[in-house]
């Protein structure tokens, strides 16, 4: 190897080869999570001419281009075809090894501060599903109640659960004082928090597309309740309660769509450029894509 800013790594600094935990990606370059061969380290920037300031942490660097078609299109499809599921459930219990892999999925997920405050909690047994049933039971009778006329009962038509037909669900938390009580990057919106344990949901949820996992976000039901029933500390908050199980199919569209709640906004309405609520350029080309 030539002289470059990277062949001055010492090999024991560099990061270790993926874990069998989850495939790796193939658009990666040299086997061991991307590395850059000699070649790409020049044309990433990182050859001799780079060195002037030279990155002390650049053994981490891996290649950063794009997964090539079929990756693409994988990642495409998990996105598009990705369904909240209510009713498709399959009784069969889902494999230890597959919940590991949507549980790392949630805990790549990106956080504040990196403060991983997420937890998840685990529910197999059928009391604690019934004792959670009767939680959404109960909230679900007052949400009926806040709509009225046609919309009510179209209401009351949903299927907004599958808590106990679900083989399995994780009650998913976030624990704000995780990483002590200043966070880098969540000092002036206490929020983000939140926002992060929601990214580890979304994880977890396309993960489980591409596993054949059916998903189902529970938000209908008290929060105080679902804490005492699984005995969460007052201080966790309790982000969403998420029903997993196999499923042969799926809706085509959100089943809030298919069965007339609501549709899905036109995007170019939602996208404007250099401020609120103004238009956006971006879409006027489409026609010719
Ligand atoms: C934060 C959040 C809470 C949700 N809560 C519920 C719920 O309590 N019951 C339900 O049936 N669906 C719930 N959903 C699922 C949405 O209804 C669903 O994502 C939406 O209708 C779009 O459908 P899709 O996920 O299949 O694309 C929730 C989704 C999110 C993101």
Redesign the pocket.
């Given at each position: 190897m030539t002289d470059t800013c990277v062949d001055r790594i010492d090999d024991a600094e560099r990061v270790p080869p993926a874990t069998d935990a989850a495939p790796a990606a193939s658009a990666q370059t040299d086997g061991d999570r991307g590395h850059l061969a000699e070649e790409e380290t020049v044309a990433a920037g990182l050859g001799p001419e780079a060195c002037a300031e030279p990155d002390p942490w650049r053994a981490h660097r891996v290649a950063a281009g794009p997964f090539d078609a079929a990756e693409r299109a994988a990642v495409y499809r998990a996105i598009e075809t990705?369904?909240?599921?209510?009713g498709q459930f399959e009784p069969a219990p889902i494999d230890d090894a597959v919940l590991r892999r949507l549980l790392a999925a949630a805990h790549a997920a990106p956080s504040v501060g990196f403060m991983q405050p997420w937890s998840f909690i685990r529910i197999t047994d059928p009391g604690v599903k019934d004792r959670v049933h009767a939680a959404?039971s109960a909230a679900n009778a007052e949400a009926e109640a806040m709509f009225s006329g046609a919309h009510q009962d179209r209401y009351r038509s949903?299927?907004?659960?599958g808590i106990r037909e679900a083989p399995v669900s994780l009650c998913v938390t976030c624990d704000p004082t995780r990483s002590g009580p200043v966070v880098l990057g969540r000092t002036h919106q206490s929020e983000m928090d939140l926002y992060s344990t929601?990214c580890a949901?979304q994880n977890l949820?396309l993960a489980a597309r591409a596993e054949g996992i059916g998903v189902?976000?529970?938000?209908?039901f008290r929060e105080a309740d679902v804490k005492a029933i699984l005995g969460i500390p007052d201080h966790v908050r309790i982000v969403?309660?998420l029903c997993l199980g196999h499923v042969k199919t799926l809706?085509d569209?959100?089943?809030?769509?298919i069965k007339g709640?609501?549709q899905r906004l036109p995007l170019e309405e939602l996208v404007s450029d250099n401020g609120w609520g103004g238009e956006t350029a971006l879409f006027v080309e489409q026609t010719r894509e």
């Open positions: 990705r369904r909240d599921v209510r959404f949903l299927k907004l659960e929601v949901v949820w189902g976000w529970v938000s209908i969403a309660w809706y569209a959100p089943e809030l769509a709640w609501r």
